[in-house]
Every structure is written in structure tokens, then in C-alpha cells.
């Protein structure tokens, strides 16, 4: 079955940096895009960055462009989001999520698989 389990949260200061990793399986991983969501505490679910199945193109919200990149690493059946000059509005659950159709154009919304996501601090 399909498991998606997200690592690499933590706290981190203003300006600081994480590196996130998703690691997935169950299903044929270079054929899916992949995406980063997060959820801040009493706000709903936001759209973050995502990566085409065979990493040639890429994609990110525009509170993280410029801040964040997302990388996978096909070999590994792993995505990553590494996040760069980090600010108190990052703080939230982060995880990644699965393209619910395989070989497809890129669509944040449309996914069928999460995981259980990693938390993201950031505070001084």
C-alpha cells in the first residue's frame, strides 16, 4: 500500500534553515508528482511547492519562492523541501503528498495520499 512518512521538522530560528524529507513506497514512485502542503495551527491547509514525476519542473506558492526548493531523488523514491531563511509564519505541520493520476500536468489540488506530516517551528 501507498506510505508516504515525512521527516526532518523541528524547531528552527528566524533566518535558519530545515531540510525536510518524505519517503515514499507502494507505488511507482517516478511516475507521480510530488507535493509539500502545510497546515498552520487554526488555519487551513496550504499549498506549498511541487516537482513533476521525472523532476524536470517544479513549482512553489509565493510566500516560500525565492526560500524554499523541492528536489527528489528517484533512486531513493524521496523528496525533499529544503527551507532557507525561515520566519515565524513558516511554523506549521508540513507534509507531502501523492499525484493522484500518474504522468499528468501538475495539479497542487489533486492528490490522493498524505502522510502523516512533520512539524516546523520557527521561533527565536
Known amino acids: 500500500q501507498v506510505q508516504l512518512v515525512e521527516s526532518g521538522g523541528g524547531l528552527a530560528q528566524p533566518g535558519g534553515s530545515l531540510r525536510l524529507s518524505c519517503a515514499a513506497s507502494?507505488?511507482?514512485?517516478?511516475?507521480?508528482?510530488m507535493s509539500w502542503a502545510r497546515q498552520a495551527p487554526g488555519k487551513g491547509q496550504e499549498w506549498v511547492s511541487g516537482?513533476?514525476?521525472?523532476?524536470?519542473?517544479?513549482y512553489y506558492a509565493e510566500s516560500v519562492k525565492g526560500r524554499f526548493t523541492i528536489s527528489r531523488d528517484n533512486a531513493k523514491n524521496t523528496i525533499y523541501l529544503q527551507m532557507n531563511s525561515l520566519k515565524p509564519e513558516d511554523t506549521a505541520l508540513y507534509y507531502c503528498?501523492?499525484?493522484?493520476?500518474?504522468?499528468?500536468?501538475?495539479?497542487?489540488?489533486?492528490?490522493?495520499?498524505w502522510g502523516q506530516g512533520t512539524q516546523v517551528t520557527v521561533s527565536s
Open positions: 503528498t501523492k499525484a493522484a493520476e500518474p504522468n499528468s500536468a501538475y495539479d497542487p489540488y489533486h492528490y490522493d495520499y
Open positions: 516537482i513533476l514525476g521525472d523532476g524536470s519542473d517544479s
Open positions: 507502494g507505488f511507482t514512485f517516478s511516475s507521480y508528482a
